[in-house]
């Protein structure tokens, strides 16, 4: 799978401003194609006063989606039940209108985002995603660097990336994300050492029998490093998932993350 690019969030991380079009009249996908054709950057679908179904909000968003423009869907409250499937079925974004407390603030949270940090469940596929054939055991360099390699897998690609960018005006980061744990691309990996010399993984498991362990293994015993290398994993026996605030606070930090790296730059062996 290949995440789609957002021009909404581009633009913003550049500085730059972002146009959109409210929809709320239009019922079909033929919107998002004159949305592209005149410039705009996102469609604004205002759930919350027309009369739209939710096929038709997923058949507009998914429109938009084929031909570059983002989808956002105001929907009725942050009580909405329907955000979750809104989401699910091609809206990038999500409007959530009157929030007036702090609790309406964490309920629209909760809606959209998954486990730990909110309540939204896992579906089996999301049209955000455009889907291509990605072979197994081949890892991707999402971030050329020199100085060493950062290995990250699922979520923890986006954290290691972000703390690469932090850093580089004092230290070149190369993210290296082996996209499939079984089988493992030991030669992509071994490829990148090479490269860089130092080895860091982020792993949101155990830190005992845990893949950062059995990478850290492997780079000691048959590739080339040049100083120790490190892990950032959750504390051993760690299962608070009950507890959504407290398995948040144990999961590896870009902060703990960042202290990996400085660390490792400043040994040798």
Not at 101 to 111: L, N, Y
Not at 205 to 214: H, V, Y
Not at 220 to 237: C, K, N, Q, S
């Amino acid at each position: 799978m290949v995440e789609l690019k957002n021009p909404v969030i581009e633009r913003m991380r550049a500085g730059d401003v972002s146009l959109g079009m409210i929809v709320r009249l239009a019922r079909s996908g033929d919107i998002a194609r004159v949305a592209k054709t005149t410039g705009h950057d996102f469609i604004f679908i205002d759930r919350q006063h027309a009369l739209f179904t939710l096929e038709t909000v997923g058949h507009i968003a998914q429109a938009a989606l084929g031909c570059g423009v983002a989808p956002l869907v105001r929907v009725r409250s942050c009580h909405d039940p329907d955000t979750s499937v809104i989401l699910d079925n091609g809206a990038t974004g999500i409007i959530f209108p009157d929030i007036n407390s702090a609790a309406d603030a964490r309920c629209a949270v909760e809606a959209c985002k998954f486990a730990p940090i909110g309540k939204r469940s896992v579906s089996a596929g999301y049209p955000v995603f455009d889907l291509r054939p990605v072979p197994l055991g081949v890892g991707r360099v999402h971030r050329a660097g020199t100085d060493v390699t950062v290995v990250a897998v699922g979520h923890l690609v986006h954290d290691a990336i972000a703390v690469a960018d932090e850093l580089a005006g004092e230290v070149s980061v190369e993210v290296f994300d082996p996209r499939s744990v079984y089988p493992f691309d030991w030669a992509g990996l071994a490829a990148s050492l090479e490269r860089t010399g130092r080895l860091v993984v982020v792993d949101d498991s155990n830190r005992s029998c845990g893949l950062a362990a059995e990478i850290l293994a492997t780079a000691a015993e048959e590739m080339h490093l040049i100083a120790p290398p490190r892990r950032v994993t959750r504390p051993d026996g760690a299962i608070v998932g009950a507890v959504p605030e407290l398995d948040v606070a144990l999961q590896p930090s870009r902060a703990q993350l960042t202290t990996a790296i400085q660390t490792v730059l400043k040994s040798g062996l």
